[in-house]
C-alpha cells in the first residue's frame, strides 16, 4: 500500500520559517493536500492541489511539490501555527494521509 | 457555509456493529461535485481515512477495512452513513465526517465523534 512519510515532529521559533516535508513515491505525480489540527478540534484544510490556499488560510501558508516530496511551509510562524500537520494524497482512488507532525513553536 | 454532523451511539461492545450519521447542512449532498467521506482518528494518533461515497452511489473504501465497511447515503434527508462491523477495541476513535472536492481536499469536517469499543 502507498505510503506517506513525514517528520514527527519540528521546532520553530516564533517568527522564523517552519518547513514539514512529506515524501512518498512519485509524490511529485500527484496532487497533495495539507491539513492542520489543533487539539481538540477538527482538520483545518490550509492546502490543495500542492500550492493552492483556501479562502481564509492566511498567506504565510505556502505549498511546494517536486520530484518525490512535497513541502509545507510557514513563514514569520506564529504562537498560533503550533499544531499537528498531516499532508494527503491520492493512490488511485484511496486516500492517504501522513503520519503527522507535531510543529512546536519554541 | 456547509456543515457536517456526525450522531451515533459513543459505546459498543466487541463484535457490534458500528453505525454513525453524518447529516449535512449549507449545502446540497447530491451535487455530483463533491463526495462525502469518514475519516477516523484513534486516539492520539493520525487520521485514517475508512472510505467516500460518491452522489451516484459509487463507493471507495480503504482496503484494510473493506470487507467490513459500508458507507451509504440518503440524499432526501441530506445524509449520508457509516456502518463498521465486528468491532474491536482496535475501531476506538474520533469518526469524522467530512466533504470532499475532488483533487481540492477535504474542504468541510463534522467536529467528529468518539466512539469506544469496550466489553
Known amino acids: 500500500s502507498y505510503e506517506l512519510t513525514q517528520p514527527p515532529s519540528v521546532s520553530v521559533s516564533p517568527g522564523q520559517t517552519a518547513s514539514i516535508t512529506c515524501s512518498g513515491d512519485?509524490?511529485?505525480?500527484?496532487?497533495t493536500c495539507w491539513y492542520q489540527q489543533k487539539p481538540g478540534q477538527s482538520p483545518v484544510l490550509v492546502i490543495y492541489q500542492d500550492t493552492k490556499r483556501p479562502s481564509g488560510i492566511p498567506e504565510r501558508f505556502s505549498g511546494s511539490n517536486s520530484g518525490s516530496t512535497v513541502t509545507l511551509t510557514i513563514s514569520g510562524t506564529q504562537a498560533m501555527d503550533e499544531a499537528d500537520y498531516y499532508c494527503?494524497?491520492?493512490?488511485?482512488?484511496?486516500?492517504?494521509f501522513g503520519g503527522g507532525t507535531k510543529l512546536t513553536v519554541l | 457555509q456547509v456543515q457536517l454532523q456526525e450522531s451515533g451511539p459513543g459505546l459498543l461492545k466487541p463484535s457490534q456493529t458500528l453505525s454513525l450519521t453524518c447529516t449535512v447542512s449549507?449545502?446540497?449532498?447530491?451535487?455530483?461535485?463533491?463526495?462525502w467521506s469518514w475519516i477516523r482518528q484513534h486516539p492520539g494518533k493520525g487520521l485514517e481515512w475508512i472510505g467516500d461515497i460518491y452522489y451516484r452511489g459509487s463507493t471507495f473504501y480503504n482496503p484494510s477495512l473493506k470487507t467490513r465497511v459500508s458507507i451509504s447515503m440518503d440524499t432526501s434527508k441530506s445524509q449520508f452513513y457509516l456502518r463498521l462491523s465486528s468491532v474491536t477495541a482496535a475501531d476506538t476513535a474520533v469518526y469524522y465526517c467530512s466533504k470532499g472536492a475532488g483533487s481540492s481536499g477535504f474542504d468541510y469536517w463534522g467536529q467528529g465523534t468518539l466512539v469506544t469499543v469496550s466489553s
Open positions: 512519485k509524490l511529485g505525480d500527484k496532487s
Open positions: 449549507g449545502g446540497s449532498i447530491s451535487s455530483g461535485v463533491y463526495y
Open positions: 494527503q494524497a491520492w493512490d488511485s482512488s484511496a486516500v492517504v
